[in-house]
């Protein structure tokens, strides 16, 4: 059973943008904070940002700050989603990214998250 669903990667140039969204559209993580990694081929997976349910706390890699802008929409009547702006891109953020959830931001630290979506892939081109 898929409970998030990523969209909007694809191919872009470098210095393009693209724009990732995740949906929770059960609304089945209501209160969890929710994010996005990457795992680049030969790669370990890592971190590239947070956004929490309430507070507007974000958080951001240092390999993205200034370049991305993560972004909840949680209305009580709306679908629970969160989204990545990717401004600039390089090479180096070719990755299949995956939208994430938990209950505990700390868990963002550590990589062991308690929902996982399926990924979607941003190839940059040079």
């Known amino acids: 059973q898929v409970q998030l669903v990523e969209s909007g990667g694809g191919l872009v140039q470098a210095g393009g943008s693209l724009r990732l969204s995740c949906i929770d559209s059960g609304r089945t993580f209501s209160g969890y904070t929710m994010g996005w990694f990457r795992q680049a081929p030969g790669r370990e997976r890592e971190f590239v940002a947070l956004?929490?349910?309430?507070?507007?706390?974000?958080?951001?890699?240092d390999s993205v700050k200034g370049r991305f802008t993560i972004s909840r929409d949680n209305a009580k009547n709306a679908k629970n989603t969160v989204n990545l702006q990717m401004n600039s891109l390089e090479p180096e953020d070719t990755a299949v990214y995956y939208c994430a959830a938990d209950r505990k931001i700390a868990s963002f630290s550590g990589g062991e998250l308690e929902v996982w979506g399926q990924g979607t892939l941003v190839t940059v081109s040079s």
């Open positions: 956004a929490s349910w309430v507070g507007g706390i974000t958080i951001y890699a």
